[in-house]
């Protein structure tokens, strides 16, 4: 029962948000696609200051010599003010083109990455970035293209309602509810922060084992 009530509002959600899930999904590809073309435009510096960064990362990863816990911090860095932004734009009636542009940066970053890895390590490159940038990706994605929409979707509310004397009336519950959907989310990016600290450079350190020297 509880089930088929959790699918239903799923569904019903889905439904009423449909062409803002596209606009989010659209603007993913759009950002990993130039992502992926920006690396054929790098300057020869560039690359190499990137190369040499690759470099490091894969002797610390070869030798054992990773401190985890600062991983996990750096990748709350990278993600929490995110989501926190996304949040803070959906309390706003000017915030959706700022989200749409939060999700090109985080398409490009992933295209980015991959594209960079793949250019300068070929086929190993490959391996790095399936085992390495995928994983945790898999879990961020979904999750920013749902709190991007969360956040129009309340963000058009606001717009729509605003003219309605009694939206103010219940305003707080609409924020309390909102606040909550992002906390859920948050919570299921926890997995992906775990992942991506303690699993992805793990499994880094695997692949450069198995093809010793590519990268030192």
């Given at each position: 029962?509880?089930?088929n009530?959790?699918?239903?509002?799923?569904?019903?959600?889905?439904?009423?948000?449909?062409?803002?899930?596209?606009?989010?999904?659209?603007?993913?590809?759009?950002?990993?696609?130039?992502?992926?073309?920006?690396?054929?435009?790098?300057?020869?510096?560039?690359?190499?200051?990137?190369?040499?960064?690759?470099?490091?990362?894969?002797?610390?990863?070869n030798?054992?010599d990773?401190?985890?816990?600062?991983?996990?911090?750096?990748?709350?860095?990278?993600?929490?003010?995110?989501?926190?932004?996304?949040?803070?734009?959906?309390?706003?009636?000017?915030?959706?083109?700022?989200?749409?542009?939060?999700?090109?940066?985080?398409?490009?970053?992933?295209?980015?990455?991959?594209s960079?890895?793949?250019?300068?390590?070929?086929?190993k490159?490959?391996?790095?970035?399936?085992?390495?940038?995928?994983?945790?990706?898999?879990?961020?994605?979904?999750?920013?293209?749902?709190?991007?929409?969360?956040?129009?979707?309340?963000?058009l509310?606001?717009?729509?309602?605003?003219?309605?004397?009694?939206?103010?009336?219940?305003?707080?519950?609409?924020?309390?509810?909102?606040?909550?959907?992002?906390?859920?989310?948050?919570?299921?990016?926890?997995?992906?922060?775990?992942?991506?600290?303690y699993?992805?450079?793990?499994?880094?350190?695997?692949?450069?084992?198995?093809?010793?020297g590519?990268?030192l």
């Amino acid at each position: 029962m509880l089930e088929n009530k959790v699918s239903g509002l799923i569904n019903r959600h889905i439904k009423n948000n449909f062409w803002l899930y596209v606009i989010s999904l659209l603007c993913i590809f759009t950002g990993i696609v130039m992502g992926i073309y920006s690396v054929r435009y790098m300057g020869g510096f560039e690359k190499s200051d990137l190369v040499s960064y690759l470099k490091n990362f894969a002797t610390a990863v070869n030798s054992g010599d990773l401190n985890y816990k600062s991983i996990l911090l750096q990748t709350l860095k990278n993600n929490i003010p995110v989501i926190l932004a996304i949040w803070f734009l959906g309390l706003t009636m000017i915030g959706i083109p700022i989200i749409l542009i939060i999700d090109i940066i985080k398409g490009f970053t992933i295209g980015f990455t991959i594209s960079f890895i793949i250019s300068q390590l070929g086929i190993k490159g490959m391996w790095i970035s399936l085992l390495g940038v995928l994983p945790q990706n898999i879990i961020y994605i979904p999750c920013i293209i749902l709190s991007s929409v969360l956040a129009m979707e309340f963000s058009l509310m606001i717009f729509k309602d605003r003219a309605r004397l009694q939206w103010k009336s219940h305003i707080l519950v609409s924020i309390t509810s909102y606040s909550m959907s992002f906390l859920m989310v948050s919570m299921v990016m926890c997995v992906g922060f775990f992942m991506e600290a303690y699993l992805t450079p793990n499994m880094v350190k695997l692949v450069v084992a198995s093809f010793e020297g590519i990268l030192l």
